[in-house]
């Protein structure tokens, strides 16, 4: 079974770049029956998808967050990673990796998620 496990700084300061590591275990990010997403959730609100990874290594992401974030991996350490640029309180939010089967429109496994608070 997959395991997915995020990391990275749990504060970040207003207008700087949040960094998050998600690093895969018992899979391979390079299957092509896989992809490997980011989604986050801000306190009191519900999941928002932020962008996702296929297998080829090209990425797609939400049109809200598009020109602030980028997806990238490192397929020797079996991670992927997110940067979020110019952050601000309103990305404050436990943020989740995980594990998408994009032939059936479903998330297969979630990484435990990290908090990450913007503050000053």
């Known amino acids: 079974q997959v395991q997915l496990q995020e990391s990275g700084p749990g504060l970040v300061k207003p207008s700087q770049t949040l960094s998050l590591t998600c690093t895969v275990s018992g899979g391979s990010i390079t299957s092509s029956y896989f992809a490997w997403s980011w989604i986050r959730q801000p306190p009191g609100k519900g999941l928002e998808w932020m962008g996702v990874l296929a297998y080829d290594g090209s990425t797609h992401h939400s049109p809200v967050l598009k020109s602030r974030t980028s997806i990238s991996r490192d397929t020797s350490k079996s991670q992927f990673s997110l940067q979020l640029s110019s952050v601000t309180p309103d990305d404050t939010a436990v943020y989740y990796c995980?594990?998408?089967?994009?032939?059936?429109?479903?998330?297969?496994?979630w990484g435990q998620g990290t908090q990450v608070t913007v503050s000053s």
């Open positions: 995980a594990q998408e089967v994009p032939s059936a429109g479903t998330v297969a496994s």
